[in-house]
């Protein structure tokens, strides 16, 4: 009942208003355009946040931290395989350990985004990542690699990303228009779309042409090629307290969690998150792959076609959603893309009682179209929801996915066991389906989120 209390529609109304109108009052010419008339053609709107320079700076730099981690998701587990001999508990634990640093350090990094000057962490932590590739790349050159370097290395990996990523998305607000969030948010996230397709292959043709210590180099190489784009970028200056000792940083996350909890958008949205990185999330992970080589008897070579798939998907959707760059009704279209991915989940469990694999390949295309447009919405509405000097703790909540994912993931798996794959997603999809039903008819002001 204080959910459906809280999240009242007229409230919701007066709260993003105030919120837009107190925090997004900057004048356009504080952003430095590219000149010329971009809103005459489809390209020129799916690419209207990049007219600002320090935007269209912070974007390719991504584009390249990107690039890096999914060369990484292809090398490392490779690199593991090689070392523990094919031990598939090392190979879940240290891609599991980068999890951790969210689950322990996520409200503690929005403060800090908050407390420091976000381009600086942003600064830091590239250095931090480039300087880690770089070590390990040579550990392994001098043959000194042991196990316990890989966990080392993943662990550093996944610390950064808990810094980067409250820093970076909470700075984008400051770099566009408000009324080009959404936009923004899904060229963001459409560059990591991007690279997972591109690096993915990569990685692969240049482990198989050089060598598994060669994709190290090159990951080095890639994070490296971000920084003079960082320290390139003029972003504004950002309503920030600045540091007043370690009360105060505890004070000030537990400031951070209340407003999230009281703010209605912001609850609204994360209560559909959750239920979308719990349930529908593992469709991705886990059910693809125990349905690609199990009932419809694919091999690596297909479940890999399945992912580009996926990712084609994903990319399509992130410039579509660039391009409308909705403003209104977004509450609506969370709770439409959860309800999707459940009835696609459906759909793809259902083919696979047919074994139609063409019809699989289908439904994994929309189920990316679905899965990439709910996330650059959601931080979108995350990221205009909350103040400038509280949205680094608003964005760190996001770290909170890959813990939520992990969790859904090893749910999903217990079930499959028990329940067989199959009966497993249809569970998972109709959890989804219903959620996303339940939600939207007993609590109506999540249907009139802005």
């Known amino acids: ?50 007219r600002y320079r320090d935007f269209r700076l912070l974007w390719i730099a991504q584009m390249t931290n990107s690039s890096a ?66 070590w390990f790349a040579v550990t392994i050159s001098l043959s000194w690699l042991e196990l316990w370097h890989i966990y ?11 810094f980067d990523q409250p820093a970076r998305r909470a700075m984008i ?77 505890a004070t000030n996350m537990k400031a951070g969690l209340e407003f999230a909890w009281r703010a209605p958008p912001i609850k609204g949205a994360l209560v559909i998150a ?22 419809l008897g694919l091999h690596d070579s297909g479940l890999g076609i399945m ?8 990319i399509i959707s992130t410039l579509f959603l660039a391009y409308i760059n909705p403003s209104n009704n977004r509450g609506i279209i969370l709770l439409v893309s959860l309800a999707s ?22 439904v994994v295309f929309f189920v990316g179209f679905a899965q990439s447009a709910f996330i650059p919405l959601f931080t979108a509405l995350l990221a205009e929801s909350a103040p400038d000097n509280m949205r680094g703790r608003v964005m760190s909540l996001l770290a909170y996915d890959q813990a939520l994912m992990s969790l859904g993931a090893a749910f999903a798996g217990f079930s499959a066991a028990i329940l067989g794959t199959q009966v497993a997603l249809f569970c998972f999809s109709g959890i989804s389906f219903g959620s996303a039903l339940f939600l939207a008819l007993l609590i109506p002001g999540l249907r009139r989120i802005n």
């Open 1 to 50: 009942m204080e959910l459906v209390t809280l999240i009242s529609g007229d409230y919701i109304q007066s709260k993003v208003e105030n919120i837009n109108m107190d925090n997004y009052s900057e004048s356009e010419n504080q952003k430095t355009k590219v000149p010329g008339n971009w809103n005459n053609n489809f390209l020129a709107r799916v690419f209207d946040s990049a």
């Open 69 to 134: 981690f999914w060369v990484q998701m292809v090398a490392l587990p490779i690199l593991i395989l090689e070392v523990t001999e094919g031990s598939a508990i090392h190979l879940g634990l240290i891609m599991g350990v980068r999890t951790l640093p969210a689950v322990i350090l996520g409200v503690f990094a929005g403060v800090v985004a908050d407390i420091w000057n976000r381009k600086l962490i942003l600064i830091a932590t590239r250095l931090f990542v480039t300087f880690n590739a770089i």
């Open 152 to 162: 080392i290395f993943a662990l550093a990996r996944g610390a950064s990303m808990v």
């Open 173 to 249: 607000p400051n770099l566009v228009p408000s009324y080009l969030m959404t936009n923004a948010m899904a060229l963001n996230s459409g560059s990591v779309q991007l690279m997972r397709v591109f690096s993915a292959a990569l990685a692969g043709i240049v482990i198989a042409v050089f060598g598994i210590l060669s994709s190290f180099y090159l990951m080095s190489v890639l994070y490296a090629i971000g920084l003079p784009l960082l320290l390139l970028i003029n972003a504004p200056a950002q309503e920030r307290s600045g540091y007043s000792g370690p009360v105060a940083v």
């Open 274 to 295: 959750a239920i979308y990185f719990t349930f529908g999330a593992s469709f991705i992970q886990v059910f693809i792959p125990l349905v690609t080589k199990g009932p």
């Open 307 to 314: 992912y580009a798939v996926l990712g084609v998907g994903g």
């Open 341 to 362: 991915m459940g009835f696609l989940m459906t759909l793809y469990s259902s083919a696979s009682y047919f074994s139609t694999t063409l019809a699989a390949f289908i």
